[in-house]
């Protein structure tokens, strides 16, 4: 199971969507610029943390992103979203904590 995000440059900005579901990554940062990137699935993962500014600068063609089942439990971290993804349409947060 993968922990973190990491080493995605060596995928040379070549995909329109990455599944990293079911695994153990408990922070969106760590993107390099993936411009071509607009689907993230994240699904069953322990996601509780986002770096909004890292979003915003390497992922600036983001449209879909799938957090079904993570550990999103504030508004901060929806807040984070919406400041780094300014062009998100579809967000699920089905199967997670927020109060």
Same mark, same amino acid.
């Given at each position: 199971?993968?922990?973190?995000?990491?080493? %995605?440059?060596? *995928?040379? @900005?070549? $995909?329109?969507?990455?599944? $990293?579901?079911?695994?153990?990554?408990?922070?969106?940062?760590?993107? /390099?610029? %993936?411009?071509?990137?607009?689907?993230?699935?994240?699904? !069953?993962? @322990? &996601? #509780?943390?986002?770096?909004?500014?890292?979003?915003?600068?390497?992922? /600036?063609?983001?449209? *879909?992103? &799938?957090? *079904?089942?993570?550990? &999103?439990?504030?508004?901060?971290?929806? !807040?984070? %979203?919406? &400041?780094?993804?300014?062009? %998100? #349409? $579809?967000?699920?947060?089905?199967?997670? /904590?927020?109060?």
């Amino acid at each position: 199971a993968i922990p973190s995000i990491e080493h %995605l440059s060596v *995928t040379r @900005d070549q $995909f329109d969507s990455i599944d $990293f579901s079911n695994n153990h990554i408990t922070s969106l940062d760590n993107f /390099p610029r %993936l411009n071509r990137l607009s689907s993230l699935y994240l699904s !069953g993962n @322990d &996601v #509780e943390r986002v770096d909004a500014r890292n979003l915003r600068r390497n992922l /600036p063609g983001l449209k *879909t992103l &799938v957090l *079904t089942g993570n550990r &999103v439990a504030g508004w901060d971290v929806l !807040g984070d %979203l919406g &400041v780094g993804c300014p062009g %998100l #349409e $579809f967000l699920s947060l089905a199967g997670n /904590p927020v109060t």
